[in-house]
Nanobody, 123 residues
């Protein structure tokens, strides 16, 4: 069992930056693939970034170059650095985890989810 707790959300102006953190429980965090998703009101949960347990990363085009996912296995934590934020990126941001090597980009591929942290980007 893995528990995930996100933090770092808040209110930021358009063009600003935020850094989200996701703290994970469990001794095998280093063997988990991690991902970030977001969900705006009335919309489906959307993939934002993924990282393998060896540090490989993947981003969809709409955040590539602005968002960076990273992990610190010693701290059982994964991060999402978000720069140049846009108002349309206002959403609840979720951290997700699953075992296995690879990049996973859909919600159905992940086993564990955090409760989410609200990010609001004002125009």
């Amino acid at each position: 069992q893995v528990q995930l707790i996100e933090s770092g959300g808040g209110l930021v102006q358009a063009g600003g930056s935020l850094r989200l953190s996701c703290a994970a429980s469990g001794r095998t965090f280093s063997e988990y693939a991690m991902g970030w998703f977001r969900q705006a009101p009335g919309k489906e949960r959307e993939f934002v970034a993924a990282i393998t347990w060896t540090g490989g990363t993947y981003y969809p085009d709409y955040v590539k170059g602005r968002f960076t996912i990273s992990r610190d296995n010693a701290k059982n934590t994964v991060y999402l650095q978000m720069n140049s934020l846009k108002p349309e990126e206002t959403a609840v941001y979720y951290c997700a985890a699953r075992s296995g090597l690879g990049i996973f980009t859909t919600t159905s591929e992940y086993t564990y989810w955090g409760q989410g942290t609200q990010v609001t980007v004002s125009s």
